[in-house]
C-alpha cells in the first residue's frame, strides 16, 4: 500500500478486488494510533528509494545512505506521536462445492 491514501491506493484495491472476481462492498478506512516516537528507514519500492519515517511532517527521502545519521539528529524533524494505518475489509462468501 502506498505511503498515504490517494488515487494509486484505490487503483491497487480494484486490482486486488478484480483479481479476486469480487464485485461485493467494501470499506477503505485509516485509523490513527499512538506509538512510541522513533524514525526508521522505510524503503518504498514504487519510487525506488529510501525514507525515513516516523516524522511528524511524513516521509523524509534519504537520497544518500551517508546522509542519514545527519537526518535522523536534526533538530527540525518533529517525532509523530501517532501512526495512521490503513485497512480494506470486504465481505467475502466462500462457495465450497
Known amino acids: 500500500m502506498p505511503l498515504q ?20 462492498p467494501a470499506g477503505l478506512a485509516c485509523d490513527d494510533t499512538k ?3 522513533a524514525l526508521r528507514l522505510f524503503y518504498d519500492r514504487e519510487t525506488k528509494a529510501h525514507y525515513l519515517v516516523g ?3 511524513g516521509p523524509i527521502l534519504v537520497p544518500d545512505p551517508k546522509q542519514m545519521e545527519g537526518l535522523m539528529n536534526d533538530s527540525n524533524t ?5 501512526v495512521r494505518g ?12
Open 55 to 57: 516524522g511528524a511532517s
Open 5 to 24: 491514501i490517494g488515487p494509486s491506493t484505490f487503483t491497487l484495491v480494484r486490482k486486488q478486488l478484480e483479481d479476486l472476481d469480487y464485485t461485493g
Open 78 to 82: 518533529v517525532l509523530a506521536t501517532k
Open 35 to 37: 506509538l512510541h516516537s
Open 86 to 97: 490503513s485497512n480494506l475489509t470486504v465481505v467475502y462468501k466462500l462457495r465450497l462445492t
